[in-house]
């Protein structure tokens, strides 16, 4: 074959790659996991008190609409935040974020030897929450919050026969108005509570 056809040949190639490859399956870099953020970012841990009781806090970060069809998506050349088609790379102005806090076995394995403590409302007073933006491996404290409603509800025990003889549990709701104006989506809310001597009593991340 002369060189002048091996030229010709390979160009035909290249141009017939270039109208099929639209058609060819999808790479690596294509395959990709999505996670749906439709109802806001969850956040969950389990805190202990120093000689104490235990606990879990179960809350959540929303807003009016911006989570709808929210979608983070992995592919092996990085992240993107999508709604639809567009991309989201900054939270809304304002996230509304509420969660519980209730008594927790302090271990779910082994069975606890001596006399299981609750918390009360004394001690629940004494704590301190505190809230960050967490971007990378800095955390920056997350200003201008609003407290809107703080409830201490009473728990009725399963056997209610024996509520007399049991010892009195709570369980408590939080709600605060965040501000989140240019918060881009890449950090993480940070929740922390600490005793009143600096003890972190629990450690909680909302992330998209």
């Known amino acids: 074959m002369s060189r002048q056809l091996t030229v010709s040949f390979s ?7 270039s109208l099929v490859a639209p058609f060819l399956p999808a790479q690596s870099n294509h395959v990709r996991t999505v996670w749906n953020y439709d109802g ?21 970060a929303n807003a009016p609409d911006y989570f709808n069809n929210l979608k983070r998506v992995d592919t092996s050349t990085g992240t993107l935040i999508e709604r639809g088609h567009d991309i989201v ?4 102005a ?3 974020l509420s969660f519980l806090m209730y008594d ?7 069975q606890n030897t001596g006399t299981r403590t609750y918390l009360t409302k004394a001690l629940v007073s004494t704590l301190r929450l505190s809230f960050y933006w967490k971007h990378g491996m800095h955390m920056s404290p997350a200003k201008g919050i609003v407290p809107r409603h703080f409830e ?5 025990p ?10 009195q549990r709570f369980e408590w709701e939080f709600e605060f108005d965040l501000p989140s104006a240019g918060i881009p989506v890449t950090d993480s809310l940070v ?12 450690r909680a991340a909302a992330r998209m």
């Open 191 to 202: 929740l922390v509570l600490r005793t009143p001597d600096g003890h972190i009593a629990a």
């Open 94 to 96: 304002q996230m509304h």
């Open 104 to 110: 927790f076995p302090c271990d779910t394995v082994l």
């Open 40 to 60: 806001g970012l969850q956040m969950m841990t389990d805190g202990d008190i120093p000689s104490g009781p235990c606990f879990r806090i179960v809350g959540r």
């Open 158 to 167: 399963y056997a209610t026969q024996l509520a007399a003889d049991l010892p």
């Open 152 to 156: 201490t509800r009473p728990v009725t």
């Open 89 to 92: 790379t900054e939270f809304p």
């Open 11 to 17: 160009l035909a190639v290249l141009l017939l790659l």
